[in-house]
């Protein structure tokens, strides 16, 4: 994904959205009550055939298949949760808020506390000087070159996409959910309280009904594939060849949105499977359009037609990138350091 020319066309496109972000950031009662039919009801349908088909004696990988494609509904019900905190879903901020706390069940993720980490990262996306909430952990090059042993160890664990994709998303859900995030208030405690005893609740009663072997067969590859696809989307957002960061007296949240966050150009059917998050650059740019309006506001907005989309063999190649260098300004990968370091010395 390239860079925009200039900062004046970044403008234009700004003006244009402030002249249309009313019409777009309009809940649409009916567009969300449809997608929370062909989202949340074919999920449990699909929770009850498992079961049936478990129950039954039937082949472990007919209902491993299944879990495939709850998996998905699952990612779709995500973009919903996600939508309810940023109170675009719903014309009712506290329809949002009774939707979200459903929802966050579903997800294995608490409202409040999620919803505050990630209100942080829309306001610091892009900033060097405010990272460590809500973000990918990213550092620059001087920073990597300067750390300890340890740290740099760890940083390549964390980068590494085994890692990322494979012990992330159990981790994410299942451990790194359960606690509050640093800094979190009393309103974002209660919610994280909140969810884990729901989650309690709903465990203890699905192994007294249908048995904790049955549901631990059927959750956690929902939970790993979701939490996989969903990890992956949230990496390649704000990690891509061309991205945008600034040290805080120079950075500007306009061009980190439309710049330092991807569109993400996806076949239609993932982009229905994905909530169209892929157009995140508009989402970004105004956090109060709804997961169903984005792709109208692409459509109908001709200014955002010079983002430079990032297609999927792109997005692929953003793995490699692993450090911000500010001196080129750009994202390198380790490879790209150590022979640079070679170079120098």
């Known amino acids: 994904m390239g ?55 039937y082949s472990y990988w007919i209902i491993l298949t299944l879990t495939v494609v709850a998996a998905v509904l699952l990612v779709r019900t995500f973009i919903v949760f996600h939508d309810c905190c940023h109170c675009s879903f719903l014309a009712s901020r506290t329809a949002n808020h009774v939707l979200g706390y459903a929802l966050s069940v579903l997800v294995f993720t608490p409202y409040d506390d999620w919803r ?43 980068r590494n996409p085994l890692v990322i994709f494979g012990l992330g998303p159990l981790f994410m859900f299942l451990i790194a959910q359960r606690y509050c995030n640093k800094g979190s208030r009393r309103r974002e405690r209660v ?38 696809a969903g990890l992956w989307l949230f990496y390649i957002q704000h990690q891509f060849t061309g991205v945008y960061w600034a040290r805080h007296e120079t950075w500007d949240p ?27 650059h508009i989402h970004h740019a105004y956090p109060g359009v709804p997961n169903y309006n984005l792709q109208r506001c692409l459509d109908e907005t001709p200014d955002l037609h010079v983002v430079e989309p990032l297609t999927i063999r792109g997005s692929l190649e953003s793995l490699r990138l692993n450090l911000w260098d500010e001196k080129t300004q750009t994202m390198v990968s380790f490879r790209t350091l150590r022979d640079l370091v070679r170079t120098t010395c």
């Open 3 to 57: 860079a925009l020319p200039d900062k004046v066309q970044i403008r234009t496109i700004q003006r244009s959205l402030h002249q249309s972000v009313l019409k777009y950031g309009r809940p649409n009662m009916k567009k969300a009550l449809g997608q929370l039919l062909d989202t949340l009801v074919p999920y449990l349908l699909l929770w009850a055939i498992m079961i049936y088909l478990s129950k039954a004696g």
């Open 254 to 280: 306009i061009r980190a949105a439309l710049i330092g966050s991807s569109y993400y150009r996806l076949p239609k059917v993932l982009q229905w499977c994905t909530g169209n998050i892929g157009l995140h």
């Open 116 to 158: 505050r980490a990630h209100v942080i990262h829309h306001a610091t996306t892009g900033d060097l000087d405010q990272r460590g909430l809500g973000d990918v952990w990213t550092m620059t090059v001087d920073e990597y070159l300067a750390a300890p042993r340890l740290t740099r160890l760890q940083y390549r664990l964390a």
């Open 191 to 228: 919610s994280v309280i909140f969810t884990n005893l729901a989650l309690i609740a709903v465990v203890t009663i699905a192994c007294l009904t249908i048995g904790a072997k049955t549901y631990l067969l059927i959750q956690l590859p929902i939970t790993f594939v979701s939490g996989a």
